[in-house]
T-cell receptor
């Protein structure tokens, strides 16, 4: 079974600063995806970024980027020029891919509550 | 394109009752997964349906069941409700077309269930 660990329960930064959220995972699988999801107070889970394990290049989406270290099983999220709207719970998630197609359900970390201060 | 929709958004039930939650996936998405979110246990995978068949199942008792219809809409049923079933139930859909690049899950707004 896979496990996902987010060691920072809460973080607080000033608007416009850069913040990095950490995530480590444990798996014996080689074929998987990793995700960061954001859950604002509205509780709607929003996809932030996705990383395929077979890709060495780190994924980026505008102000969001990841540092994917496959050997270290580390998957951190960097948010640049943070904005008030970035305030939310951030969840790191692991998805094992199946050889015959499809995937297992997502395994989530406990989340990091990120607060952006004005 | 409309996102994942879930109904109802809020529900209050009493112990011993049963409840049915509904999820309509994004148009063209054929896979629907269900998750339970509680403060204590966090986000946990319940099950996944694809082509009207349960393809994956998490570690939940048999009181939790689901089904999927030919239009990919899915329902989740919880029988004999317990206080611990109070949670946010999230539904997610993915294209699940057989290639790995289609496996990203997009979530609905959730159904908040309170069991008294």
């Amino acid at each position: 079974a896979q496990t996902v660990t987010q060691s920072q329960p809460e973080m607080s930064v000033q608007e416009a600063e850069t913040v990095t959220l950490s995530c480590t995972y444990d798996t014996s699988e080689n074929n998987y995806y990793l995700f960061w999801y954001k859950q604002p107070p509205s509780r709607q889970m929003i996809l932030v970024i996705r990383q395929e394990a077979y890709k060495q290049q780190n994924a980026t989406e505008n102000r969001f980027s990841v540092n994917f270290q496959k050997a270290a099983k580390s998957f951190s999220l960097k948010i640049s020029d943070s904005q008030l709207g970035d305030t939310a719970m951030y969840f790191c998630a692991f998805m094992k891919l199946r050889s015959g197609g499809g995937a297992d359900g997502l395994t989530f970390g406990k989340g990091t509550h990120l607060i952006i201060q004005p | 394109k409309a996102g994942v929709t879930q109904t109802p958004r809020y529900l209050i039930k009493t112990r011993g009752q049963q409840v049915t939650l509904s999820c309509s996936p994004i148009s063209g998405h054929r896979s629907v997964s269900w998750y339970q979110q509680t403060p204590g246990q966090g986000l946990q995978f319940l099950f996944e349906y694809f082509s009207e068949t349960q393809r994956n199942k998490g570690n939940f008792p048999g009181r939790f069941s689901g089904r999927q219809f030919s239009n990919s809409r899915s329902e989740m049923n919880v029988s004999t409700l317990e206080l611990g079933d109070s949670a946010l139930y999230l539904c997610a859909s993915s294209r699940r077309a057989g290639t790995n690049t289609k496996e990203t899950q997009y979530f609905g707004p959730g159904t908040r269930l309170l069991v008294l």
